[in-house]
């Protein structure tokens, strides 16, 4: 099936500092990837739509300025957490539509990346 | 509009026991749904799938799904448990007509008893 593959798995950083997310396809090219948000004990919350060569598209109540979300290639978006604070700790995973499967709805997922802010 | 409520949030079962983790679904159109597992730290995990073929569905690991349209439900089984079944279960609905817009439960932690 296809390979959707998250960087990094886990971070530590300090208040105050920015950091990145990567979310790739490895053997499929994806003009939309999403990006999750994942509290403990909880369902996944859609932050953004990631689209290739476009603005992402921002759920209700999710900071635009605060998560920047970019899509540079059909294989590759990042999540920036901006300016870090200890509640944007959390679970933050990435997902992706296969072409030809997208009318499904099926999605592949990222393995999440941990984010702990100190 | 769509929705997708999963019956249980926890579910007990001992090993080598069926287990059965409930999701009934509404959705204005011919939907797909799905059965995803997240084991702790990790993404999501396809099970199996329903896009209109075959009602009962079979996926990976010996989990099975079936689709009633009637009831609104897609019932995810599993004759027998194994230690490595302990997960979150996430059943998904995504509406075919338009797939931009997927519908998460609030998922299921499945237990499972020595």
């Known amino acids: 099936g296809a390979v959707v593959s998250q960087h990094p798995s886990w971070v530590i950083c300090k208040s105050g500092t920015s950091v990145k997310i990567e979310c790739r396809s490895l053997?499929?090219?994806?003009?939309?990837m999403f990006w999750y948000r994942q509290f403990p004990k909880q369902s996944l919350m859609l932050m953004a739509t990631?689209?290739?060569?476009?603005?992402?598209?921002?759920e209700q109540g999710v900071e635009k300025d605060k998560f920047l979300i970019n899509h540079a290639s059909l294989t590759l978006s990042t999540l920036t957490v901006t300016s870090a604070h200890p509640e944007d700790s959390s679970f933050y995973i990435c997902?992706?539509?296969?072409?030809?499967?997208?009318?499904?709805?099926?999605?592949?997922f990222g393995e999440g990346s941990r984010l702990t802010v100190l | 509009a769509q929705s997708v409520t999963q019956l249980d949030s926890h579910v007990s079962v001992s090993e080598g026991t069926p287990v059965l983790l409930r999701c009934n679904y509404s959705s204005s159109y011919s939907p797909s749904l799905f059965w995803y597992v997240q084991h702790p730290n990790k993404g999501l995990q396809l099970l199996l799938k329903?896009?209109?073929?075959?009602?009962l569905v079979k996926g990976i690991n010996g989990f099975e799904a079936e689709f009633k349209k009637s009831e609104t439900s897609f019932h995810l089984t599993k004759p027998s448990a194994h230690m490595s079944d302990a997960a979150e279960y996430f059943c998904v609905v995504s509406d075919q007509s338009s797939a931009s817009k997927i519908i998460f439960g609030s998922g299921t932690r499945l237990s499972i008893r020595p």
């Open positions: 990631s689209n290739e060569g476009s603005k992402a598209t921002y």
């Open positions: 053997d499929f090219q994806a003009t939309t």
């Open positions: 329903y896009t209109s073929a075959a009602t």
């Open positions: 997902s992706a539509r296969v072409p030809g499967l997208a009318g499904t709805g099926e999605l592949f």
